[in-house]
């Protein structure tokens, strides 16, 4: 077995993500890190993360999950991987803790939008989901419409009532939650004037 495929199988318990101290513990040195940055094996991601190259080629959906296990998709990138929009997100938007270090969401890749959300909200309508065949902490259908009416006024007008109409049709709503949720967040008049009405 050579060298090259015991560093891989290193990489590989960690999600092809390893962190500076991660390194250390499995006695990858810094002479050895630039060597393998040199020969393509090895990138570095952002200051104190390394990121294994193969042609796999890690998805930036497993670079989110390493890097942030606690993370939640939302906005826009949930609104996209449940078909509500066309529109593409730029970036990853994830609901984090509001006492998160705001520093460590500053990164080139992949670049995440942070949404910070109070503890009492955060966990509200948390599932699991699927993106690049990478498991993802995510919000499901009814809380990620109950934010985009919290958020109706800042929302581009064309994408809100594009989304509202899709999860209108969607047979896997369920308006009971929908309702649930709206009340625990505070947007249940919203919910009853804009969505109520199709319902």
Not at 17 to 46: P, S
Request: glycine letters at 6%.
């Amino acid at each position: 077995m050579t060298a090259q495929v015991d560093y891989q199988k290193i990489f590989d318990k960690y999600n092809g993500i390893m962190r500076t101290c991660d390194l250390m513990k499995e006695g990858i040195f810094y002479a050895k890190i630039q060597e393998l940055m040199k020969e393509g094996q090895v990138e570095k991601i952002k200051y104190g993360y390394y990121q294994w190259q193969d042609e796999r080629a890690f998805t930036e959906a497993s670079a989110v999950v390493s890097l942030f296990p606690e993370a939640i998709v939302c906005d826009m990138t949930a609104i996209m991987y449940y078909g509500y929009t066309d529109r593409v997100a730029g970036v990853w938007h994830i609901a984090v803790n509001n006492k998160s270090a705001r520093n460590k969401y500053k990164l080139d890749f992949p670049e995440v939008k942070p949404h910070f959300i109070d503890d009492a909200r955060l966990n509200i309508g948390l599932t699991t989901g699927e993106i690049d065949g990478i498991s993802v902490r995510i919000y499901d259908r009814e809380r990620v419409i109950c934010d985009c009416l919290r958020h109706m006024n800042s929302m581009d007008g064309e994408v809100f009532n594009v989304v509202i109409q899709r999860y209108v049709h969607d047979k896997k709503k369920n308006s009971a939650k929908l309702m649930e949720y709206a009340a625990k967040l505070g947007v249940e008049k919203k919910a009853r004037r804009v969505i109520g009405v199709w319902l």
